[in-house]
């Protein structure tokens, strides 16, 4: 699985949840047009996104996700297109809803590293290799979980949580005992 | 022999199904808190896909909390699903008349049991690692996973000491040290780790102290937070709701008393603190490691975007600020000892900016007004509302409109969180109500007399 595409650089520290997703639209049952409000709760935040058409690849500066748990963050990310994102570091659930919704959270930690995935035009990320590269030249290696390196390219977190079920129910007879 | 181990590595290994690849577990969860707000779309994928298959469905617990009751069509619609599927599967439900802000609801009806497990699709469920308990935020996707299954996939955290010697004083509180842990970490220093908070401090503290510490434990990023398990939290459990009585509630005692860290145990990494030197803090910036000493000012190094945001100069003192609202509330501070804290600086005075109280849960509610607190409030000009997460989230009952500064007991000063463009000032109760007088940052200790009647 290999994600190429114009880039959208946000190099900006600690952008929260709410953010990504501001917390009136949090009582919206459907999940359709989430794209449409990505980076409302963000000064600038959709100019910015206007600016860079087409890109579904988006850099962003340390500790991007932090705050609210809302999964809607990254459902507005997926529901408008983004397919990878690229920071030195994710907050904790923003970035396991990453890992289960199929966006590419992807760890450049190597400042030098991350600074030139913010500069790039384009950029090209081999999801199974865990390298990126920009003008066909590698410049970012990177390692994602290896059980949920699964979930990504092949889905299932929750197929595999159903599939437990009897171990689970097993553990527990021995744990009462 | 068995090595020394942390607290944390104790409820871990009591909870750790199997071993994963890479560095994860699957671990068995005791608990699964649902709320309208974002458990709907983990109840429509187990309906959906699944059938409604629940794992167990006496472990799990539906709240009504974020927006009670619901302010519109949309919010009416997330709670009547949540009703209605809890009543179909036999859920135990805690609806509008008997809700509560889950973190505050969950404890006082003796539903997070010592040193268990539990997971809640909020980030604040960090709150009840106060019982010793492994409790953490997880998305709707994951809090599907844990409603099907009984468990879920942790990637092990990192173990954190934080060491709290000595004792609170000079007015300082538990949202002073919660908000001095954050400052110390910083926003993201937290991330990886659960903080194991320890030391003669943290023993000193009542279960409602321990929890706003917990509370805050993710403003530092942390997966959770968590406390031993002690007299203070074997007392607090004994006679609630859910908790076990007689001869039961003995041997369940007995057995959380072991929810302690061994000496000896090593940690990842060790954060000490001196309780001696905390002061009353308010956050000046758009996260809650942004903050400075209330008799202080604004960082002449401070963040250029947050002061921007915050329409704040740098020098400025914390006192000099005012304000457009105050706002009690929310599951950091919103519980009886909370309420009984601001009443006291507020009994015979007047607010001078709209100030909204809301209480944490329904019994909170009823409690403070068996108490006279609720007259309290209103004669000092504050609105009483009924408990809901509310303007914490910008949601309901209190949000803020663009340029509004407010002074809030809550954990969050993000950018928009009260509301789009609005400005959020963290601070505990006293600090909170000290400031609805004087209509700017204060201190209580700065009020003149108050004019009893």
Known sequence: MIVESRVLALPRANVDTDQVFPGKYLSLISREGFGEKLFEGMPGGRELLASKPGARIIVVGDNFGCGSSREHAVWALVDYGFKAIVAPSLARIFHENAYNNGLVPVIVRDPQAHAACLAAERLSIDVANETIRAEGCEIARFELDPLKKEFLLRGGFMEYLASKVDTVRAWTRRRVS | ?453
């Open chain 2, 1 to 453: 022999m068995t090595a020394e181990r942390t607290l944390f590595a104790k409820v871990w290994d009591a909870h750790r199904v199997r071993d994963l690849p890479g560095n994860n577990a699957l671990i068995f969860i005791d608990r699964t808190v649902v709320y309208e707000l974002l458990g709907p779309p983990a109840i429509e994928q187990i309906e959906t896909r699944y059938g409604g298959a629940l794992y167990d469905p006496r472990r799990l617990v539906a709240v009504n909390d974020h927006v009670v009751p619901a302010k519109d069509s949309s919010t009416a619609e997330q709670a009547q699903v949540l009703r209605t599927w809890a009543r179909k599967r036999g859920v135990l439900l805690y609806d509008v008349g008997e809700n509560g802000i889950c973190h505050v609801l969950v404890p006082e009806r003796g539903l997070v049991v010592p040193g268990s497990t539990v997971v809640c699709s909020d980030s604040h469920t960090c709150t009840l690692g106060a019982f010793g308990a492994f409790a953490f935020g997880v998305g709707s996707t994951a809090l599907a996973g844990a409603m099907l299954s009984g468990a879920t996939i942790v990637a092990r955290p990192k173990v954190m000491r934080v060491f709290v010697r000595s004792r609170l004083q000079g007015g300082a509180t538990a949202k002073d040290l919660a908000l001095g842990v954050v400052a110390r970490l910083g926003f993201k220093g937290g991330t990886g780790y659960v903080l194991e908070f320890a030391g003669d401090c943290i023993a000193a503290l009542s279960m409602e102290e321990r929890m706003t510490l917990c509370n805050m434990a993710i403003e530092a990023g942390a997966t959770t937070g968590i406390c031993a398990v002690d007299e203070v939290t074997i007392s607090y459990m004994r006679g609630r709701e859910f908790s076990p009585g007689g001869e039961a509630f003995e041997r369940a005692a007995a057995a959380w008393r072991t929810l302690v860290a061994d000496d000896g145990a090593a940690y990842d990494a060790e954060l000490r603190i001196d309780a001696g030197e905390l002061v009353p803090t308010v956050t000046w910036g758009t996260n809650p490691g942004q903050s400075a000493p209330l008799e202080g000012i604004v960082p002449h190094d401070a963040e250029p975007a947050a002061l921007a945001y915050m329409e704040l100069e740098p020098g400025t003192p914390l006192r000099s600020i005012a304000l457009d609202q105050a706002f009690i509330g929310s599951c950091t501070n919103a519980r009886i000892g909370d309420l009984r804290a601001a009443a006291a600086v507020l009994a015979g005075r007047k607010v001078a900016i709209p100030t909204i109280v809301t209480p944490g849960s329904q019994a909170v509610k009823r409690q403070a007004e068996r108490e006279g607190l609720h007259d309290v409030f209103q004669d000092a000009g504050a609105l009483w509302t009924h408990a809901t997460c509310g303007a914490c989230p910008g949601l309901s009952t209190g949000v803020l409109a663009p340029g509004m500064r407010c002074i809030s007991s809550t954990n969050r000063n993000f950018p928009g969180r009260m509301g789009a463009g609005g400005r959020v000032h963290l601070a505990s109760p006293v600090v909170v109500a000290a400031s609805a007088v004087m209509g700017r940052i204060a201190s209580p200790s700065e009020l003149e007399a108050p004019v009893l009647a």
